[in-house]
């Protein structure tokens, strides 16, 4: 809710800034930021993993970047095998991540139009 408030806010300025047009797509704005941002966080988090996954570093934060990122994994680890000892579900995972991510967009101009 925090971080919705948050898009809100910065939306609302740049409503502002621009001259205020139709303010009635500020909160839809907002929200579509919240998902792109939930997604780029998302993007992140398994980079991470993945570099991570290489230099089995051990640490706390390791094992709390892995509990997070294991749901979302999951499905494609069922699908796809190791591959000469390679774990490539990280990299399916990104990929779906960037198609999201597209969707979005498009689906915030058909939206905003």
Sequence with gaps: MGAYL???AQ????????GGGNGAVVPLLALF?????????MIGLVIVYAILSWVRADSPIT???D?????MLRP??????LVGGF???PLALLVVLQIAVIVLANVQG????
Excluded: C, N
């Design 11 to 18: 939306y609302g300025i740049l409503w502002l800034l621009a």
């Design 87 to 89: 774990d490539l579900s």
């Design 6 to 8: 948050l898009q809100l």
């Design 63 to 65: 094992d709390v970047i």
């Design 67 to 71: 509990r997070l990122t294991a749901p």
């Design 33 to 41: 930021g919240l998902l792109r941002l939930v997604i780029s966080g």
């Design 110 to 113: 058909a939206v905003l139009r």
């Design 76 to 81: 494609f680890r069922k699908l796809i095998p």
